[in-house]
């Protein structure tokens, strides 16, 4: 069956790997999976086909089969499992690979996420920049820990895993603010993720897409 996904005809970050597509991306080609692509526009994101893929009237969404999905935790985990590349083998691993899935999207991302918003959906209020620095402060509590667990390793849990790969995600979005260098080994960590051929792979597909006429 082949695998379907949306994403953005013209990324807001203009391809630079932050659009939620690219995970999925990632995951697919760590798991040696062809995928096809189906463009949408931000009106085409709201009109019924697409609001019956994704009710929310995001992107990406998941086609494979009889099988719809969306949310890129969902998707990503999806493959993960069903797929070979991402998740160990030993019961065990498996599930802490999991757990780091949910951290990086229930722990780490929410604190940078907000910062997003502060700076682009919210950079012409009045109280800002009296905000923004209670946002840097909860995002490098956050980071301090996670350096704290990752120390010299070089992934979160022995082998790379899925979790990596939304670890790596999440921390990308930082790599504009200067926050993440202010922590070597997880600045060396996001590396390692974007030298891995798999992502290399991802990002160009959805930079290609992005600098086309």
Do not use: C
Request: no cysteine; charged share 25%; net charge neutral.
């Amino acid at each position: 069956m082949t695998i379907t996904i949306t994403a953005f005809e013209r990324s807001p970050d203009g391809g630079r790997g932050l659009a939620r597509d690219t995970r999925v991306r990632w995951a697919l080609e760590e798991a040696g999976q062809p995928y096809q692509v189906r463009l949408v526009s931000f009106q085409a994101m709201k009109e019924p086909a697409h609001l019956a893929l994704h009710p929310f009237g995001q992107i990406p969404t998941y086609e494979e089969g009889d099988l719809v999905l969306f949310e890129t935790g969902s998707i990503v985990l999806h493959i993960a499992q069903h797929y070979p590349g991402l998740l160990p083998d030993d019961a065990n691993a498996r599930a802490r690979a999991i757990m780091w899935m949910f951290a990086a999207l229930n722990t780490v991302e929410p604190p940078i996420l907000e910062l997003t918003t502060a700076k682009i959906h919210e950079g012409d209020r009045p109280w800002t920049q009296a905000r923004l620095p209670l946002v840097e402060e909860r995002i490098r509590a956050r980071l301090a820990q996670l350096s704290r667990h990752l120390g010299d390793a070089a992934w979160l849990d022995s082998a790379f895993s899925a979790g990596d790969l939304m670890m790596v995600s999440v921390l990308l979005r930082l790599k504009s603010s200067g926050i993440l260098d202010e922590f070597p080994n997880l600045a060396a960590y996001v590396s390692r993720g974007e030298a891995r051929p798999a992502y290399k792979r991802a990002f160009a597909a959805q930079l290609a897409i992005n600098k086309r006429d």
